[in-house]
């Protein structure tokens, strides 16, 4: 299939993302129940976890350990609920989005009198534009700046969730990684900082993108994608 085609069919619409949701689902729940697991089988060890510092308040760390388990699998279970809410939302939120045509990405190296150089990513598609930063040092921060400001643009995710979508709805088992490409998220799909911009080429090649080439200069950096 040649880029065209397969940009087109990248830009398909669905009403509902059937195959991520169920996905995702499934994580949630074995995250919850290995959660739960935990607490009831070691329990010592987890009250030295975060989630028993900051999810039982001093009243309640007072109370019979019976009833700490019981309050906090309450608390955990109805956070993983949410989560799972939140997400099926954000889904039907990327599903009525229109994919993007184009997408331009512009870096500025700013200096920083701790950090030295910081990127500040900024991102235009049709259905906005959006920015994304990134300071310190020791890992990627070019590719978390514009990670951060991707991730911001449904019409963008969408690309990610249809070929996804694609893929599970052939194979419930396919790989996210296989099917898009490294650095396009974990338990759903996004773009993950860090990985370098390479990553994100090898991406929207996937989606059938033509990737104009990489522009740089000493404070700035910019490229061009096209459906």
């Not at 700490?68 to 954000?90: A, C, G, H, S, V």
């Not at 930063?133 to 921060?141: E, H, L």
């Not at 860090?194 to 996937?206: D, L, M, P, R």
Request: one cysteine or more; charged letters at 30%.
């Amino acid at each position: 299939m040649d880029a065209k085609k397969q940009a087109k069919k990248m830009a398909k619409n669905y009403d509902n993302y059937t195959a991520i949701k169920a996905q995702f689902k499934a994580q949630n729940r074995k995250e919850l129940r290995e959660m739960i697991a935990d607490i009831r089988g070691h329990w010592e060890a987890y009250k030295n976890s975060w989630r028993y510092r900051e999810m039982l308040t001093q009243r309640q760390k007072a109370k019979p350990e019976t009833e700490q388990r019981k309050i906090l699998i309450e608390k955990i279970t109805k956070e993983k609920d949410k989560n799972l809410l939140d997400f099926f939302q954000q889904c039907d939120t990327i599903a009525k989005a229109e994919a993007p045509k184009y997408i331009r990405i512009s870096v500025d190296w700013v200096n920083s009198s701790v950090w030295g150089k910081n990127p500040h990513a900024e991102i235009w598609t049709e259905d906005g534009y959006f920015t994304g930063r990134a300071s310190g040092c020791g890992y990627d921060k070019l590719s978390t700046a514009v990670a951060e400001a991707l991730n911001k643009s449904n019409s963008i995710l969408k690309l990610l969730y249809n070929k996804y979508e694609q893929a599970l709805r052939k194979d419930k088992k396919a790989n996210k990684c296989e099917v898009l490409g490294y650095g396009s998220g974990y338990s759903k799909p996004y773009f993950d900082g860090g990985v370098g911009y390479s990553s994100f080429q090898n991406i929207f090649n996937n989606l059938g993108a033509t990737v104009n080439t990489w522009q740089s200069g000493r404070s700035y950096d910019c490229m061009e994608i096209r459906f």
